[in-house]
C-alpha cells in the first residue's frame, strides 16, 4: 500500500522556521521525482519545491520561495524533507507532498500538514 505521510508542520511565528518531512512506503522511492505543493484557504494548490530522483541534482523552487526554503532527500531513509527559514505569514498553507514517476507518470499525493504562520 502507498503512504506518503507528512509531518513537522505546526504554528510558528514570523521570521521563524519549520523542517516538514514526508514519510514514503510502497514504492521506489528513489526513482521518483519528489515535489512540495501547498495551499491556502481560497487559493489554487501550487508548486514550492521539487526534486529529481536519485541523487536529487536537479532541484526548482517556487520564486516565492527561493532562498528561504531548501527541499532534501534522502533515499535510504525514503524521506523528503522541506527546511523553511525565515517564514512569512503568506506561507500559511497546507502543504503537501508529491511523487511522481516521469516515466510512467503514476503520482502519488500526501495527506498534507498545515503550516501557520502567526504573530
Known amino acids: 500500500q502507498v503512504q506518503l505521510v507528512e509531518s513537522g508542520g505546526g504554528l510558528v511565528q514570523p521570521g521563524g522556521s519549520l523542517r516538514l518531512s514526508c514519510a514514503a512506503s510502497?514504492?521506489?522511492?528513489?526513482?521518483?521525482?519528489m515535489s512540495w505543493y501547498r495551499q491556502a484557504p481560497g487559493k489554487e494548490r501550487e508548486l514550492v519545491a521539487l526534486?529529481?530522483?536519485?541523487?536529487?541534482?536537479?532541484?526548482n523552487y517556487a520564486d516565492s520561495v527561493k532562498g528561504r526554503f531548501t527541499i532534501s532527500r534522502d533515499n535510504a531513509k525514503n524521506t523528503v524533507y522541506l527546511q523553511m527559514n525565515s517564514l512569512k505569514p503568506e506561507d500559511t498553507a497546507v502543504y503537501y507532498c508529491?511523487?511522481?514517476?516521469?516515466?510512467?507518470?503514476?503520482?502519488?499525493w500526501g495527506q498534507g500538514t498545515q503550516v501557520t504562520v502567526s504573530s
Open positions: 508529491h511523487a511522481l514517476h516521469i516515466v510512467t507518470r503514476y503520482w502519488y
Open positions: 510502497g514504492f521506489s522511492f528513489g526513482i521518483y521525482t
Open positions: 526534486i529529481a530522483s536519485g541523487d536529487g541534482a536537479s532541484i
